[in-house]
Nanobody
Framework: VQLVESGGGLVQPGGSLRLSCAASGFTFSSYAMSWYRQAPGKERELVAYIISAGGSTNYADSVKGRFTISRDNAKNTVYLQMNSLKPEDTAVYLC?????????????WGQGTQVTVSS
């Protein structure tokens, strides 16, 4: 199983980035996908979530209206479009795959990609 994030980098405040997470080794279309972020000294935070079939999403209040999560089940990839970036968005962004098959929980994490918002 692999989740490989890409697209991070250094961007000025107000700029945009598009993160990608390529999945392999499991049935991607059966998993809900999420983006989390973790800044130094802070707890990991759920940023955005999309259900397995797409079409239903949820966002942290801090990113609503600026970030958009989407997925392409044909490409086994989930995306995070980040617009109007702020310095407080600086963090490592991690991709998460999750499927509940009670009583089991299947969950996978990527290694993360660094996003730095600074002038």
């Amino acid at each position: 199983v692999q989740l490989v994030e890409s697209g991070g980098g250094l961007v000025q405040p107000g700029g945009s980035l598009r993160l990608s997470c390529a999945a392999s080794g499991f049935t991607f279309s059966s998993y809900a996908m999420s983006w989390y972020r973790q800044a130094p000294g802070k707890e990991r935070e759920l940023v955005a979530y999309i259900i397995s079939a797409g079409g239903s999403t949820n966002y942290a209040d801090s990113v609503k209206g600026r970030f958009t999560i989407s997925r392409d089940n044909a490409k086994n990839t989930v995306y995070l479009q980040m617009n109007s970036l702020k310095p407080e968005d600086t963090a490592v962004y991690l991709c998460n795959a999750k499927r509940r098959d009670r009583p089991w929980l299947y969950e996978y994490w990527g290694q993360g990609t660094q996003v730095t918002v600074s002038s």
